[in-house]
T-cell receptor
Framework: DTAVSQTPKYLVTQMGNDKSIKCEQN?????MYWYKQDSKKFLKIMFS???????INETVPNRFSPKSPDKAHLNLHINSLELGDSAVYFC?????????????FGSGTRLTVV | AQTVTQSQPEMSVQEAETVTLSCTYD???????LFWYKQPPSRQMILVIR????KQQNATENRFSVNFQKAAKSFSLKISDSQLGDTAMYFC????????????WGAGTKLIIKP
């Protein structure tokens, strides 16, 4: 079973559309993250949730809205998509209570806005 | 603010050779962890190795080992007997235990193993 699963893996959409990316982890982790990886491979954190509470909210456009219905899920909704939103988006999870064993990543969602 | 610097954008070596990827970081904290992640062309982010700052002994995982120099704030990754499957982007990352366990990432080094 996949530990951190993201859907979809690829997403091609037109400018102005609204889209969502879903993420689920079955590791029992208490913290989940969204990262954006740009064309130069640089990873930038967007959001972090701990037990469904938002703990990191970096400077991203408010068109991006995370939603965590429970601690196993963290979805990312993007409104009014722009060309510059094209990137790979990674979901990750970790368990802070067991020490920093690093993050477990999903396989990423490649978003292409045309 | 903490920063992580990987000074080698790209490296290439012959299969079976040993290669060292450099990473330096800047922090005033004492309680932190360091990581190396690998991202092959499949895009998956894979944890390679982890080092606790309070441990003097360098971490090793099979062919992968680190040279952790705390005073110099250096955390290099050595890959021995390199294999074609080691071709990937390698990211160094820093985690401050007192900052929501957020990972601070380097810009990555693209490693190419040539047959």
């Amino acid at each position: 079973d996949t530990a951190v699963s993201q859907t979809p893996k690829y997403l091609v959409t037109q400018m102005g559309n609204d889209k969502s990316i879903k993420c689920e982890q079955n590791l029992g982790h208490d913290t989940m993250y969204w990262y954006k990886q740009d064309s130069k491979k640089f990873l930038k954190i967007m959001f972090s949730y701990n037990n469904k509470e938002l703990i990191i909210n970096e400077t991203v456009p408010n068109r991006f809205s995370p939603k965590s219905p429970d601690k196993a899920h963290l979805n990312l909704h993007i409104n009014s998509l722009e060309l510059g939103d094209s990137a790979v988006y990674f979901c990750a999870s970790s368990h802070t209570g067991q020490g920093p064993y690093g993050y477990t990543f999903g396989s990423g969602t490649r978003l292409t806005v045309v | 603010a903490q920063t992580v610097t990987q000074s080698q954008p790209e490296m290439s070596v012959q299969e079976a050779e040993t290669v060292t990827l450099s990473c330096t970081y800047d922090t005033s904290e004492n309680n932190y962890y360091l990581f190396w992640y690998k991202q092959p062309p499949s895009r998956q982010m894979i944890l390679v190795i982890r080092q606790e700052a309070y441990k003097q002994q360098n971490a090793t995982e099979n062919r992968f080992s680190v040279n952790f120099q705390k005073a110099a704030k250096s955390f290099s990754l050595k890959i021995s007997d390199s294999q074609l499957g080691d071709t990937a982007m390698y990211f160094c990352a820093f985690m401050n235990m007192d900052s929501n366990y957020q990972l601070i990432w380097g810009a990555g080094t693209k490693l190419i193993i040539k047959p």
